[in-house]
């Protein structure tokens, strides 16, 4: 199974920037996707930015243009720039990585609170 390990999520007031990242054990090559969600409390978790295998991108449209996805295939790593935070970003992010035929593992999640 995969190992996923999200780290740099924290407290930042309202219109700030974090960076998250998502290491995973496995090699990008095996890998077909990473994608990191969120889980604000009370509600369902929600994707919020994909990495395909192929190189695609999706974003969910409540971050396109303050959100963006990039990955370091050497470090088998995947981060994600959130920039101009909200308040109702505050959520617990976490990484998926999808892998083999319809595998998938997800970390342990990573904390963001934005204050306003």
């Known amino acids: 199974q995969v190992q996923v390990v999200e780290s740099g999520g924290g407290l930042v007031q309202s219109g700030g920037s974090l960076r998250l990242s998502c290491a995973a054990s496995?090699?990008?090559?095996?890998?077909?996707?990473m994608g990191w969600y969120r889980q604000a409390p009370g509600k369902q978790r929600e994707l919020v930015a994909l990495?395909?295998?192929?190189?695609?991108?999706k974003y969910a449209d409540f971050v396109k243009g303050r959100f963006t996805i990039s990955r370091d295939n050497a470090k088998n790593t995947v981060f994600l720039q959130m920039s101009s935070l909200k308040p109702e970003d505050t959520a617990v992010y976490y990484c998926?990585?999808?892998?083999?035929?319809?595998?998938?593992?997800w970390g342990q999640g990573t904390q963001v609170i934005v204050s306003s």
């Open positions: 998926k990585v999808l892998y083999g035929i319809e595998s998938f593992s």
């Open positions: 496995a090699s990008i090559s095996s890998i077909n996707a």
């Open positions: 990495f395909g295998k192929g190189g695609s991108r």
